[in-house]
């Protein structure tokens, strides 16, 4: 078999969540390599330019900053990073249809076939096109047919699937040392010599026997398949939270037990108050219209069932906040600790913290927020739209927890950041008003200590003692 050229120049069309950071690792362990992430998105590209980076990923900044204006570039010239490319990554979005046949279950693959038909109008020379981004089953064979239609003499492609496996937050340590790397192409002499090509960017840092090959159909199905399969574990423990919190256990030390099983392991086994983030409800939607799609409504109907528990954990947790704080909320101050989907990212996307602070606010509440990578613009923008309140009226972003903390009512722990487990909460405690309440949406917190604080607490997946809370102030002293 003969050998594919060398890649020497790599553009990535979308500079988001994946291919920003993805990229940039590439460009710092193959600096022989020309990387060019390019984006319409004029202001994005700006702050990729700039010292204040679009996302939030721990040591990604470093990275950028060591490469940048070296063999990492960042562009709005997308035509001019087509055309002289080796290899093209398409990373844009693939967001959940809201209009149409499959609305809000398939995946809206428009950006997808726009960046096709712009590789196909713009090239030159052969290219790798590389799916990025999360599509479903055959989309790859979709790109194969637009660029193969609109083929100029000379010019060959060669699609491949290669999803990404990066968790927010430990997305840099996720590409740097990666479980597996997935490549994905045709069956044929030029797929194969396609895959190669790729394999041999990623074998710079990743050990070969961690690069796993396919066909690309199974490429693409593994992508929606992992996400389904940690969504369940989610809601799965997530259930039994619920029937922890009925019969007296405690949801952390069942999940302990059961994660010590080595057919089980003790990862995704975090109760809370429920995932988000843009790809796990999004890759389950698309793998339930897949299944109905496929007269499988027995598949569909079970991975439908994982998103109802998640909505279900969602809302029985929103509800047990008013219920606690005697059935009415209305004109109380109720202080939210974050507001991203999870730690250490900036991402908000199906966050939790949206769907509870909208309950919150429908029910008459005033919201005082902080969370420390999510500014004001960000919060007012996912909060508005369907709300029949003026958010300037009644939310708040704070910049630090304690000013969020002055004059409320309770405290609600949406996201678990570490700096939440050491903030001094008798500070706090002693500037909110009484009784005092804790929702502790991520079990995170000490309990027994804001109990003897003084604090009403109430936490996901266990039945707490508030003995020490339901004795406020006599004589002067708190008892």
């Known amino acids: 078999m003969k050998a594919y050229p060398k890649v020497s120049k790599i553009c990535c069309i979308g500079a988001g969540y994946v291919g920003g950071p993805t990229c940039t690792v590439i460009a710092s362990k193959c600096t022989d390599i020309t990387v060019t992430i390019v984006d319409i998105n004029e202001s994005r590209i700006a702050q990729w330019n700039s010292d204040s980076l679009p996302i939030f990923e721990p040591g990604l900044e470093e990275i950028v900053k060591s490469r940048r204006g ?3 570039f960042f562009s709005t010239d997308i035509l001019k ?4 490319a080796d290899l093209i990554f398409i990373s844009v979005n693939t967001p959940t249809k809201n209009f149409g046949v499959g609305k809000g279950r398939a995946a809206d693959l428009k950006h997808i076939e726009a960046c096709a038909r712009l590789i196909a109008d713009h090239s030159t020379s052969s290219k790798i096109v590389v799916e990025k981004s999360t599509v479903p089953v055959r989309a790859a064979e979709s790109l194969s047919r637009i660029l193969k239609a609109n083929t100029k003499p000379g010019v060959t492609y060669q699609v491949l699937s290669n999803p990404e496996f990066l968790a927010e937050g430990t997305a840099i340590c996720d590409l740097l040392n990666p479980d597996r790397v997935l490549i994905g192409g045709e069956d044929t002499e030029e797929g194969q010599l396609a895959i190669a090509a790729l394999s041999s960017v990623y074998e710079v840092w990743v050990p070969k026997e961690r690069i796993i090959t396919t066909n690309t159909w199974s490429s693409e199905l593994s992508k929606l398949t992992a996400n389904a399969f940690l969504a369940q574990r989610i809601s799965s423990i997530n259930a039994i939270s619920a029937v922890c919190e009925a019969t007296g256990a405690d949801v952390s030390e069942v999940a302990c037990a059961i994660g010590m099983d080595t057919r089980l ?5 975090q109760s809370s108050v429920g995932f988000g983030g843009s790809c796990f409800q999004k890759d389950l939607l698309n793998l339930v219209y897949i299944s109905e799609c496929l007269n499988l409504p027995e598949v569909a109907e079970y991975w439908q069932q994982v998103l109802n528990m998640n909505e279900f954990q969602k809302s029985r947790f929103a509800k047990r906040i008013v219920e606690t704080m005697f059935n009415t909320i209305t004109n109380k101050k109720i202080t939210l ?6 730690k250490n990212t900036g991402d908000t996307r199906e966050s939790p913290a949206i769907y ?5 606010l429908e029910e008459g509440a005033v919201l005082q927020i902080y969370d420390p990578k999510v500014d004001s613009k960000q919060v007012f923008a996912d909060l508005s739209g369907t709300l029949s309140v003026n958010l300037s009226e009644v939310v708040t972003v704070s910049k630090n927890p304690y000013d969020a903390a002055v004059g409320s009512h309770a405290i609600v722990v949406c996201t678990e950041w570490d700096e939440f487990t050491s903030l001094d909460y008798e500070r706090m405690y002693s500037r909110m008003l009484k009784p005092a309440f804790v929702f502790d949406g991520r079990k995170i917190l000490n309990h027994k200590k804001l109990i003897d604080i003084g604090f ?3 936490t996901i997946g266990c039945k707490l003692n508030n003995i020490a809370s339901s ?3 006599q004589n002067g002293k708190h008892w």
């Open 471 to 473: 004795f406020f102030f």
């Open 265 to 269: 392991g003790p990862k995704f086994l």
């Open 456 to 458: 009403h607490v109430e």
């Open 337 to 342: 600790l974050g507001f991203a989907f999870k």
């Open 81 to 84: 990073a087509v055309k002289e």
């Open 356 to 360: 509870i602070a909208k309950y919150l």
């Open 70 to 72: 070296q063999n990492l």
